[in-house]
């Protein structure tokens, strides 16, 4: 395992939320991003523990790598990944993404 992809490993578990996204929480740097940083928010999580990926081009790839898995945003529940948006946003709405956060 490279630098990078322990690097990735340390942050998706030191945080009970991880979400590596283009731009940050306050100042989303694209749609989707910005879609996951707002069904956090609607599911109750206060302390959201962002990565931009757009600040760093082995971050990018790596994250890509380690969740095998080809787009971002991707989150992170204490370590799992879950999934970009679009899983997100189902998850949402059957009320999958708020019981897991809770928990």
């Known amino acids: 395992m490279n630098d990078v992809q322990s690097w990735i ?5 030191k945080s009970p ?7 940050t929480a ?5 749609g989707f991003s910005s879609r996951a940083v707002q069904l956090l928010k609607a599911s ?16 990018r790839q790596g994250i890509k790598e380690y969740s095998n898995w080809p787009t971002i945003p991707q989150l992170y529940v ?20 708020q019981a897991l956060l809770k928990a």
């Open 9 to 13: 490993k340390e942050t998706v578990t």
């Open 17 to 23: 939320v991880v979400l590596f996204m283009k731009g």
């Open 26 to 30: 306050q100042f989303p740097q694209c």
């Open 44 to 59: 109750g999580v206060e302390d959201i523990a962002t990565v931009n990926v757009l600040d760093d081009a082995d971050v």
């Open 78 to 97: 204490k370590g799992e990944f879950i999934g970009g948006s679009d899983i997100m946003n189902e998850m949402f709405e059957s009320g999958e993404l």
